[in-house]
């Protein structure tokens, strides 16, 4: 087993995705208009060149992709991904739970935000080139002597004023709550005093909560696609929750918090009594996640 802080396991597989059945989908004509539409942006982002990186671009493309795929949006909780006036400038760190290769486009269609991806997304088929030209910071999350180095360079993004969407968890899970939140990121935080912004993503087909756009275990990124693309009524929603100042934290504490927030779920005593002795967190547009919820 790898003990690289970095190394993520899930034991979501495709099985966890067989589940969602074959049913509400489209046919075949509309999949395939669909596959031209998609295929269409793509090219239209590729004569982009470097505008593709420049905010409204990117975010206009990222719609237009997610749009293309048949796939609405839902936005719930905090008005923006970052934090507006932030304090002294820095951008804000924003953490959410990973599903799909679709979590990114709906994140970035959403708001245009540099995202911080493992180093195989920027290999993928369809999307990997759209990424890279998008900006994308990849790192190797099994090159643990890398972690310093990347862990400064995000901090010096944040300290620039650039905010960054970063996958704690480290893997794709098939659904809400996933795994633990690997904490390093989070000292990319700490060292910046940029405030952190967790984010939920869930998927659900005609109201109903569903594991379909998952790409988890041995399933393969065009699998995942072809079921997105021939899913009928598929919607991600996109919670933004109260930020979290880092004032008072340590990347453990801070990353406990980030987690309930996402999950829902309760925060641990040790987090919380921690946080507590170094005393109270705030920050100019950011406050603390209290244990009850957001």
């Known amino acids: 087993m790898n003990s690289s802080p970095w190394a993520a396991y899930s034991p979501c597989s495709e099985e966890c995705v067989a589940a969602t059945g074959t ?22 982002a590729a004569a982009a060149g470097r505008r593709l990186a420049e905010g409204a671009e990117l975010r206009r493309t990222a719609a237009r992709l997610v749009a293309d795929l048949g796939v609405g949006v839902v936005r719930a909780g905090a008005p923006t991904l970052t934090v507006p006036g932030g304090a002294q400038g820095v951008g804000t760190l924003v953490v959410a739970n990973h599903i799909s290769w679709l979590d990114a486009l709906a994140l970035l269609a959403v708001e245009p935000v540099t995202l911080l991806a493992k180093r195989e997304v920027g290999h993928w088929p369809v999307v990997g080139g759209l990424v890279r030209r998008a900006g994308t910071r990849f790192i190797d999350r099994d090159g643990f002597r890398q972690l310093p180095g990347t862990v400064q360079e995000l901090a010096e993004l944040l300290r ?4 960054v969407i970063v996958f704690p968890e480290g893997t794709t899970w098939c659904s809400v709550p996933g795994g633990p939140f690997r904490r390093a990121t989070f000292q990319a935080a700490l060292d910046a005093g940029a405030p952190v912004r967790p984010v939920t993503l869930s998927y ?25 693309a021939a899913a009928r009524g598929l919607t991600v929603r996109i ?33 919380v009594t921690g946080a507590a002795e170094r005393g109270p967190a705030t920050a100019h547009g950011a406050h603390r996640f209290s244990p009850s919820g957001p």
């Open 160 to 163: 620039s004023g650039e905010s």
């Open 204 to 228: 659900a087909r005609r109201g109903v909560p569903t594991p379909l756009p998952a790409f988890v275990g041995e399933g393969t990124f065009l699998a995942s696609f072809r079921r997105v």
């Open 23 to 44: 049913g509400v989908r489209v046919g075949r004509a509309a999949a395939v208009r669909r596959y031209a539409a998609f295929a269409a942006t793509l090219a239209g």
């Open 239 to 271: 919670t933004a929750h109260p930020a979290l100042a880092p004032a008072g934290h340590d990347r453990r504490s801070l990353a406990a918090l980030a987690h309930a927030a996402v999950t829902g779920t309760a925060v641990t005593g040790a987090a």
